[in-house]
């Protein structure tokens, strides 16, 4: 038995946030990003938040941190063989952008106009346009 008395041990109720409340890691990281047109960009490999204290624990009584930027880079050989990109090679997208959070990511504006998406244009313009029947669109 604890000798808290019962009004005193009530779980406080949750803070009030503006906004959608989401789980990085499980609504967003590794996700695919499409266009407007539902064109592939991307996958977001990591976020850029906001307000957040280098080397500090968060104070709960502060707002929580806001999403500021999807950020996504040549990640694959680092994932097998570890280590981390430059900063350099980061490519950000602003959260602005996202207009639609589901199975994937939409953003409100054309995939050419970001540079997250020149390692697809690369790949689409040099490899697959060479093989047979890869410059028609099957639609």
Known sequence: MSDVPDEDRT???PPVAAGRMLDGVLHLLDRQVL???GTPVTTIDDLELSDIPVDEPLDPAQPAPVITA???GPVLCTRIFGG???E?????????LVHELGIVVRIG???DDLDASWTERWVRER???R???GRNDPG
């Not at 350099?88 to 602005?96: G, L």
């Open 11 to 13: 779980a406080a109720p």
């Open 35 to 37: 266009d407007r047109d």
């Open 70 to 72: 999807i950020i996504t």
């Open 84 to 86: 981390r990109p430059p």
């Open 88 to 96: 350099s090679r980061w490519v950000r997208i602003p959260w602005r």
């Open 109 to 111: 504006i054309a995939a």
């Open 127 to 129: 490899i697959i346009s």
């Open 131 to 133: 093989i047979p029947g």
